[in-house]
């Protein structure tokens, strides 16, 4: 069965770095990914989409990549702030099916 | 970006009563919808997958006859969590689908059943 994982459980780095984090998959690629932040006692909001054919996307200081090969995305936050302290979502839609497999989620904490 | 509500926000029921949850699509239609449920640290399972018109498609190991799925119109869903029991406290969250791919999720219902 398809598996997805999330780097970390946990990442705290210092305000101003960038903040990568991984999402790997097994098994055989999606049709497009997705990069979701989900705040304590909230729904996901969704932030950025990628699909299999593209290799980077950009929105403001978010950044995702997408290697089919080494079948991983990656997702950066440049010169990052407390207020983007969440837990991150990568997810990914396959074209046979319309429904979203989720990885377990990187909790991001940012310090002053 | 799209919006999606879920009504109630939260809910405290007794054990063995119903209850109904609300899932619309305000500024779109979705003729797909999706529920989901999210236990604490953990990450979200999807329950089902709610098409409008149609009957639902439950994923595994969810019981359709306790958690009744209604798509009657294009911008709303409905999850009825039916004798309810202290296990089924949780936080459901609904999405629904863009054209472009783009799943947009609900802000979610808090559910405790006593």
């Known amino acids: 069965s398809q598996k997805i994982e999330q780097n970390s459980e946990a990442l705290n780095i210092q305000e101003g770095k960038t903040a990568t984090l991984t999402c790997n998959y097994t098994?055989?690629?999606?049709?497009?990914l997705q990069w979701y932040r989900q705040d304590p006692g909230r729904g996901p909001v969704f932030l950025l989409l990628?699909?299999?054919?593209?290799k980077e996307k950009r929105k403001e200081r978010l950044k995702v990549t997408f290697d089919t090969t080494l079948k991983q995305s990656l997702f950066h936050i440049t010169a990052s702030q407390p207020a983007d302290s969440a837990t991150y979502l990568c997810?990914?839609?396959?074209?046979?099916?319309?429904?979203?497999?989720f990885g377990s989620g990187t909790r991001l904490s940012i310090r002053p | 970006g799209a919006v999606v509500s879920q009504h109630p926000s939260r809910v405290i029921c007794k054990s063995g009563t119903s209850v109904k949850i609300e899932c619309r699509s305000l500024?779109?239609?979705?003729?797909?919808m999706f529920w989901y449920r999210q236990f604490p640290k953990q990450s979200l399972m999807l329950m089902a997958t709610?098409?409008?018109?149609?009957?639902?498609?439950?994923e595994q190991g969810v019981e359709k006859d306790k958690f009744l799925i209604n798509h009657a119109s294009l911008t709303l869903s409905t999850l009825t969590v039916t004798s309810a029991h202290p296990e089924d406290s949780s936080f459901y969250i609904c999405?629904?689908?863009?054209?472009?791919?783009?799943?947009?999720f609900g802000p979610g219902t808090r559910l405790t059943v006593t």
């Open positions: 999405s629904a689908t863009l054209p472009g791919g783009e799943q947009y």
């Open positions: 098994n055989y690629s999606p049709a497009y």
């Open positions: 990628i699909r299999e054919n593209e």
């Open positions: 997810a990914l839609v396959y074209s046979s099916a319309s429904k979203i497999i």
């Open positions: 500024d779109f239609q979705a003729t797909t």
């Open positions: 709610s098409n409008e018109g149609s009957k639902a498609t439950y």
